[in-house]
């Protein structure tokens, strides 16, 4: 069931010194997010992810088009208490704790909370050693996860995400993924939007592509990128140098990593016979990997189309 629905979304900014300028940032955009999935919306600096994203939680108007949520508009005061909105790049009042903080975001929403509410949020965003610390002492990884246990407050059905891992170490990412997939397990509906391809690709049920405002392609990874396996990679280890040249010659690569080989190939014929080689040659297999497509790999590709295109 469509929790978020967006139809032919528009959104102008006029600029110049009498406004004369048109830009257009997000152009006739539609959209049908389903409750309890997590919406990934992708695209190269300047696509409009932050534009729609603001006009979805009301904080851009658009110039034309409609959003429900819930079947309500943006603007409707509860629905607001039902979604929980990350910027990019949040400001905190630096000498607030991380306790106060996320105490006062409910009172902004005009909601009494438990000191065992503020508690239990901390605890799920990994924050409550934390909370008696100055903002200002926070790390980025830190600010992002205080931020969530504000978003979280009110409890909401919604969480809207505006780059949650940009900028942030793999460690900080692992972290605000591992999170994102526990509160899709408690049934919170998630849209957020990234440059990182992998994070999406890991967490994403569908995404969307957007290009100069404009909705390009949606749908699942594995529609959007596809099944079909493009290439084998074969490790393997004590085959000697002398038998090298005769695996290189079927071999897409042959890379050396230490005292093991790694080789490549895109047909299932010279698959078969690098195997029977390496068995032959007295070496020992490590693995075999049927590569598919990446959703980096293909993003890349879909792009260098599209500017060849013009």
Avoid at 5 to 12: D, G, Q, R, S, V
Avoid at 128 to 145: C, P, T, V, W
Avoid at 198 to 222: F, N, P, Q, W
Avoid at 280 to 302: Q, V
């Amino acid at each position: 069931m469509a929790i978020i629905f967006c139809e032919n979304l528009t959104k102008i900014y006029r600029s110049g010194f009498w406004k004369l300028k048109k830009v257009v940032a997000v152009n006739r955009l539609s959209l049908t997010i389903n409750e309890g999935e997590i919406y990934g919306l992708l695209g190269p600096n300047g696509a409009g992810k932050t534009t729609t994203l603001k006009m979805v939680v009301g904080l851009a108007k658009p110039t034309s088009g409609k959003i429900l949520i819930m079947g309500k508009e943006p603007k409707d005061s509860e629905i607001r208490k039902n979604i929980g909105f990350l910027p990019e790049q949040p400001y905190f009042y630096e000498y607030l704790k991380g306790y106060e903080l996320v105490y006062l975001t409910a009172q902004m929403y005009g909601k009494e909370v438990s000191s065992k509410r503020i508690y239990e949020v901390l605890e799920l965003v990994g924050m409550i050693e934390a909370k008696d610390m100055f903002l200002k002492n926070y790390s980025r990884g830190m600010l992002q996860r205080i931020g969530l246990a504000c978003c979280l407050i009110t409890e909401p059905k919604i969480l809207i995400l505006d780059e949650p891992m940009g900028g942030l170490d793999p460690i900080g990412r692992k972290e605000i993924r591992d999170l994102i997939i526990q509160l899709k397990k408690a049934g919170k509906t998630i849209i957020f939007s990234s440059h990182i391809l992998s994070d999406a690709e890991m967490l994403c049920d569908r995404i969307g592509i957007l290009i100069k405002g404009e909705k390009v392609k949606e749908g699942t990874i594995s529609e959007i990128v596809g099944e079909e396996i493009y290439e084998y990679e074969i490790i393997f280890s004590n085959v000697g140098e002398v038998y090298l040249p005769e695996i290189k010659r079927l071999a897409k690569d042959l890379i050396r990593s230490g005292d093991k080989w790694m080789a490549t190939c895109e047909e299932e014929g010279k698959r078969e016979h690098l195997l029977s080689l390496i068995q032959n040659f007295g070496g020992r297999l490590h693995s075999l990997i049927p590569r598919r497509k990446s959703l980096e790999e293909y993003f890349f590709t879909f792009m260098k189309e599209k500017r060849d295109a013009l």
